[in-house]
């Protein structure tokens, strides 16, 4: 496990050094960076055990879209998640709340009001839940491993008890649609294009607001960041809905993507989210991580899913091998990181 | 009996006995019902009323279709029937929550139990309980640890369904040379998955023209499904038939499919939602046949609870107990007949 920050530790790239002095500060930048290259290093790897491997089936055009597609709905939940973790918060719902989004967005009465109120609902349904996580942890004082662990119950008993475990089939043609060949545009899948717009919305939001700079500092040192002047409560709030957010526009690329709700949907959306900002070098006590970083650490994931099955491998050696490998991703860019 | 039959006797005799023969033929299993329980003079359940039973249910959670549709059937079944009432549970994933139901039913000293563990094994200890305080125990679908803890098993056949699956694409497939097949397997770490691929396997060495080229396994949700299915559509461009062991996962399957612009093989699935009755119906796209897992199952362990309740064997055997062991069989439903199915396909 990593130790929790102390206040001495620096926390992103972007934001002012706390001494004044240069020097380390230019050679963080620098290890950032590094950081990054490891992990193009890491996926450069794997598309070349891929296209070893698997030659015909890895290398086209079809498998890149099918690898982006299958990253988009993970990867937007993982942006949302990003930030919580750089503030030194948790959340634990948020496949829970892509459940609770999908299937509330998918009841008969909600299908009725068609594309717009299946948007709606699913994107509404997912700052509710960020929204109550928000005020459980930020004003009623709960640790956020606890609060979003509470929401995970319910959320995935709240869907059960809407779809009373049936599959809603999407009857509406506008969302069935975007899921399909004809809606690409130049080749790129709308889920895909989704992913994309989130994750520079995430970027610049972190890298080049005050939103982003408070975030980091809320993670790297609470504290400080109140005697600061920061409303840290109120960031929390809102980080919380921004993951909310993420959550519920996850849900709708999911109803795109299966043409349906069902409230099993999302399962273990958290494990993976956490895992990729790590694998991404988000550190699991705040005050430092990359968007960047953790979409390249969905993106490790989702090539590895992909280089198994057109490989055929069995289920029990995947789960080994991708075990090793999420463990040998960490400790290469931890290797180069610190030389 | 007399020394010598006279041969008019005989005559008459072997006339009896052909038309017996003709009769027995004729009529086939619906005459047989009525003969043998009026032969034995053996209690049979009926629809009639009789002792008044209470059952008690237990079931795990009704997380999805399948499940739900179990719950649903059981309730249906005890609803036909004025003489039994139905005390059901909350279903529970939890074992130990489950135990507590079940105890609980046992205190309240309903007549009969119908268990359907959420673990099989985990919950052995209460089902031999129940059966030591005289509540016979209906064991559905997953199995207890020891036949101790069950008056009667019934449940579906997983290695059945696999070994139907695979004569069926194989009959479709006969003739046919260098054939190619794919399995879109269920989670892999239940063995009833296991089960299902040793009997599609097991069916598909009848007919050496064909070889299984890919399996993945999915986890019986339509996300899962739609994930694998588009991998296995990539890995593979060109094959006949594939196998899908779950119509839930199989939503999203077909999804897969549908989104790769894919027609160019059959598909079979499993279990018998009410979705991929109505695509087999419809006959449009790849799916065309589905393996029975009957929900239906539950319909009939509540029948049987009612028969060890008043004391009664079921009608149709000769025996005067119910049997031990009931397993159901895998029928495949394909555009033939499956307007008879529709009815019990589950959402």
């Given amino acids: 496990m990593t130790q929790p920050a102390s206040p001495a530790r620096p926390v992103t790239e972007k934001s002012p050094p706390a001494d004044g002095d240069k020097s380390p500060w230019r050679s963080l930048a620098a290890r950032a960076d590094v950081r990054t290259l490891s992990l193009l290093g890491v996926l450069a790897a794997l598309v070349v055990i891929g296209g070893v491997t698997e030659p015909d089936a890895f290398l086209d055009t079809d498998n890149l879209q099918l690898i982006l597609t299958q990253a988009s709905v993970i990867g937007v939940v993982t942006v949302g998640m990003t930030f919580v973790i750089i503030s030194g918060g948790i959340d634990l719902s948020v496949g829970a709340i892509v459940a609770l989004a999908s299937v509330w967005a998918t009841t008969v009465a909600t299908q009725d009001y068609g594309f717009a109120g299946i948007l709606f609902t699913a994107v509404v349904v997912g700052l509710g839940c960020g929204l109550v996580n928000g005020l459980l942890i930020a004003y009623g004082g709960m640790v956020p491993f606890i609060a979003t662990l509470a929401m995970l119950a319910s959320g995935r008993g709240l869907a059960l008890e809407i779809t009373d475990g049936k599959t809603q089939m999407v009857t509406v043609d506008g969302v069935l649609k975007l899921g399909e060949r004809d809606s690409y545009i130049l080749g790129i899948p709308p889920l895909v294009m989704v992913f994309a717009a989130v994750t520079v919305v995430g970027w610049l939001l972190l890298n080049r607001t005050t939103f982003g700079r408070r975030s980091v500092a809320v993670g790297g040192n609470a504290e400080a960041a109140r005697l600061a002047g920061i409303d840290v409560r109120r960031q929390r709030l809102y980080l919380y809905l921004l993951s909310g957010l993420c959550c519920g526009i996850a849900a709708f690329l999911l109803i795109i993507l299966s043409g349906s709700g069902q409230n099993t949907n999302g399962n273990l959306y958290e494990l993976d989210a956490i895992a990729a900002a790590i694998i991404g070098g988000t550190l699991l006590s705040g005050g430092r991580g990359t968007i960047t970083g953790s979409v390249l650490g969905v993106l490790i994931f989702t090539t590895i899913t992909n280089i198994f099955a057109l490989n055929n491998l069995e289920t029990a050696v995947q789960q080994i091998a991708k075990g090793a490998i999420i463990v040998a991703a960490v400790l290469v860019q931890r290797r180069t990181a610190t030389t | ?347």
């Fill in chain 2, 1 to 347: 009996m007399p020394e010598f039959t006279s041969r008019r006797g005989l005559l008459f005799g072997a006339a009896a006995v052909s038309a017996g023969a003709v009769l027995t033929g004729c009529t086939s299993n619906e005459s047989k019902d009525d003969n043998s329980s009026e032969d034995n003079k053996q209690a049979v359940a009926d629809d009639k009323p009789g002792k008044e039973v209470t059952i008690g249910f237990a079931g795990p959670q009704a997380d999805h279709g399948w499940l739900n549709a179990i719950n649903d059937n059981a309730k249906e079944r005890a609803k036909k029937y004025k003489d039994v009432t139905l005390e059901a549970t909350e279903g529970s994933n939890d074992t130990a929550a489950q135990i507590g139901q079940v105890e609980t039913l046992i205190n309240k000293k309903v007549d009969v139990l119908v268990i359907l563990p959420a673990d099989g094994k985990a919950l052995t200890q209460v089902g031999l309980k129940a059966m030591k305080a005289g509540i016979p125990v209906v064991n559905l679908d997953r199995i207890f640890a020891s036949a101790q803890a069950y008056r009667c098993w019934i449940g579906g056949d997983n290695y059945g369904m696999g070994l139907n699956a695979g004569h069926y694409i194989g009959e479709k497939l006969k003739g046919k040379k260098g054939a190619k097949v794919v399995e879109l397997a269920g989670l892999d770490n239940l063995e009833l998955t296991k089960q299902r691929t040793k009997g599609f396997d097991d069916a598909l060495k009848n007919y050496p023209n064909i070889e299984k080229v890919a399996r993945q396994a999915a986890e019986f949700t339509v996300e899962s499904g739609q994930s694998k299915m588009s991998q296995l559509l990539q890995a593979q461009k060109n094959f006949d038939a594939l196998w899908n062991h779950d119509d839930d996962q199989g939503v999203g399957a077909l999804r897969a499919i549908k989104q790769a612009g894919r027609d160019d093989f059959m598909m079979v699935g499993g279990a018998g939602a009410l979705s991929a009755f109505q695509e087999i119906k419809q006959d449009r796209g790849v799916l065309k046949a589905t393996v029975l897992y009957p929900p239906t199952m539950a319909a009939s362990a509540i029948d049987l609870a009612r028969a060890l309740g008043q004391g009664k064997g079921i009608s149709g055997m000769a025996e005067f107990e119910i049997p031990a062991s009931l397993t159901l069989y895998s029928a495949v439903v394909d555009k033939e007949n499956v307007d008879q199915y529709m009815s019990t396909g589950f959402k």
